[in-house]
């Protein structure tokens, strides 16, 4: 089986309007490679990614739920806490949140925007600067 990597990167609101202004001049439709997601600091992207969003994502991806009730089960924590884990992460680009029917109720299935199994986050150098700075002041 191949390694289908997710790459993590980091980008300021800064970098990403000059790549997007850049972008609508040369008509590209993406400015996004499909394997990458950016955060604008690794201090964001430490504070969102918590344990129990990387293990709900292994859950996702080993056992496919069908709903986020069933990922609740899985994972056995309180559904109301998954449910806004998995609306973080919806909101992020990790998950796709599909709705469908079962009678009266509407139900929400958990699935994964990338088809990866393994997950590199590329820190800039400046930031292991920045933390070094921080511990001597």
């Given at each position: 089986m191949k390694t289908k990597i997710l790459h993590i990167k980091f980008q300021s609101l800064e970098e990403f309007r000059t790549e997007g202004r850049n972008a609508i001049k040369t008509h590209k439709t993406s400015i996004q490679k499909e394997?990458?997601?950016f955060f604008s600091s690794v201090v964001l992207f430490e504070?969102?990614?918590t344990p129990q969003k990387y293990r709900l994502l292994a859950l996702i991806r080993a056992l496919q739920p069908n709903s986020i009730?069933?990922?609740?089960?899985?994972?056995?924590?309180?559904?109301?806490?998954?449910?806004?884990d998995c609306y973080a992460l919806e909101a992020?680009?990790?998950?796709?949140?599909?709705?469908?029917r079962d009678g009266d109720r509407e139900i929400k299935k958990p699935e994964l925007i990338f088809d990866y199994n393994k997950i590199e986050v590329h820190i800039p150098e400046r930031v292991h600067l920045d933390f070094r700075l921080a511990k001597i002041a």
């Open positions: 394997d990458e997601l504070r969102f990614f009730y069933q990922l609740a089960q899985f994972a056995d924590r309180d559904f109301a806490n998954v449910s806004r992020v680009g990790f998950i796709n949140l599909t709705t469908y």
